[in-house]
């Protein structure tokens, strides 16, 4: 069964069902990989008019976690620790990095959230 997809104006196919099995054809060029990955392809062309192959683009989403790497979820904030040190956890707040242990960030946050709260 054959597979098709429109995307950004081009169709991508899989006629084989392989993940890997994707097809279309950019600026000209075939292209197969991963449905992923030609979609990016395919993005890269019709925001650079640039061509770039699937290939390229295969190692960029899969950065290996580190063993020690902890990532929490708090209030829709994202709480990262790369070391594994209980005192190294950080976080992004409206551009400013935010250092420190995971519950004074967690205090820091509830406050600006409380304080935003208040004025609206």
Not at 5 to 20: L, Q, S
Not at 60 to 82: C, R, T, W
Request: proline share 6%; aromatic share 8%; hydrophobic share 35%.
């Amino acid at each position: 069964m054959k597979k098709r997809i429109f995307h950004r104006g081009h169709n991508i196919e899989n006629a084989t069902g392989d993940p890997d099995g994707w097809k279309t054809i950019i600026n000209g060029r075939p292209v197969a990989s991963k449905l992923t990955l030609v979609k990016k392809s395919i993005d890269w062309w019709c925001d650079m008019k640039a061509f770039m192959p699937p290939e390229k683009f295969a190692g960029v989403d899969s950065q290996p976690q580190h063993a020690d790497q902890k990532i929490e979820d708090y209030k829709g904030f994202k709480l990262m620790n790369d070391s594994g040190k209980p005192n190294e956890w950080y976080v992004m707040l409206r551009g400013r990095l935010l250092k420190g242990s995971p519950i004074a960030i967690k205090k820091h946050l509830d406050a600006v959230i409380e304080k935003l709260k208040q004025q609206k």
